[in-house]
């Protein structure tokens, strides 16, 4: 797992796939859950699995962002798919146009997670216009911090564990993680309490299992298909986990003191430029990312011309109707 057990929704997943894949097997197959660290680091995994150093592992793979961009598409780009959005197309060809690539990197990957919609992020300051953001320092690393960089942002990338202390003492004056449920833990209210939405950079996290792909090829098909099935369970149980987890998580964050904002209208559309400029330039370089990508924009742009006509409006009234009862 490229997280710590602290983060115990995203680390459940991994427990419950191997849970789930011993029982199917009449306890057969066992496999067994390391945290980050105790077998190799976060940002190791895809070699780790690659070499069979370990079998398989539990990632998102943003974090192999340096070893080719297209890595991203597997988890989530800015101004990209929603959790739904990206389960839906990950199950329908997405998936399998992303394992065309992970194969490359002698890997197989299948879904398993989701943490939904993420947060902008926690700011020592309030970030009122895309002005107050040059020169920003902000624990962001990756693609997102590419695209941030344009706007006079100066991404800093930070293990989780240092983000606090780095907040505390002024190193750096922001910080995104995830959602208020693994934010809340991390106690950032306590010395960045502007609060802002939304994670453009995210619409959605999703993680994937990976498997070295030799290894894979010789499991018998009974296995591959526990593991199909096992990782599907765990793919949904970690994105209800959230869905149910961030609303109390966001109330209790308000009482002690988070400040909520939302990127102001300029900045959005600043980033957006920027991001489309980012993947066009991706496009022309690389061919890898010019076929995952296209599919998966097209498939967001198609998704919204039908979210529009009834999920939006849905949602929208059920927003502005819940004060009434």
Not at 83 to 96: C, F, K, P, T, V
């Amino acid at each position: 797992m490229s997280l710590p057990k602290s983060l115990d929704i995203l680390y459940g997943g991994t427990e419950l796939l191997a849970k789930y894949v011993s029982e199917l097997t009449d306890g057969k197959f066992q496999i067994q859950p390391f945290a980050s660290g105790e077998l190799v680091g976060a940002g190791q995994i895809a070699d780790a699995v690659a070499n069979q150093t370990i079998e398989m592992g539990h990632s998102a793979s943003q974090y192999y962002y340096g070893k080719d961009p297209t890595f991203t598409l597997g988890n989530g780009i800015p101004f990209g798919l929603n959790a739904r959005q990206m389960n839906a197309w990950l199950y329908e060809g997405g998936n399998d146009l992303l394992n065309t690539f992970y194969a490359k990197h002698k890997m197989h990957a299948l879904p398993g997670g989701n943490t939904g919609g993420q947060m902008g992020g926690w700011y020592r300051k309030e970030i009122k216009s895309l002005e107050d953001f040059q020169g920003l320092r902000l624990r962001i690393g990756g693609l997102a911090g590419s695209i941030l960089a344009k706007l006079g942002v100066v991404p800093i990338q930070l293990p989780g564990s240092d983000v606090y202390v780095a907040l505390e003492r002024g190193a750096i004056d922001a910080a995104e993680f995830t959602g208020p449920y693994d934010d809340q833990k991390l106690g950032f209210v306590k010395v960045a309490p502007y609060y802002y939405y939304p994670g453009f950079w995210e619409g959605c996290a999703a993680v994937h299992f990976f498997f070295n792909l030799d290894l894979w090829n010789d499991l018998p098909p009974a296995y591959k298909s526990a593991l199909t099935a096992a990782a599907a369970a765990a793919n949904m149980d970690v994105l209800c986990k959230y869905d149910a987890q961030n609303p109390d998580a966001l109330r209790a964050l308000l009482g002690a003191g988070a400040q909520l904002r939302p990127f102001s209208q300029d900045i959005l559309d600043a980033a957006w430029t920027a991001s489309h400029e980012t993947y066009d330039e991706l496009s022309s370089q690389n061919e890898n990312w010019k076929t995952i990508y296209s599919n998966m924009i097209e498939f967001r742009n198609k998704s919204y011309a039908w979210w529009q006509v009834d999920e939006y409006s849905y949602d929208s009234y059920m927003i502005r109707a819940r004060a009434r009862k």
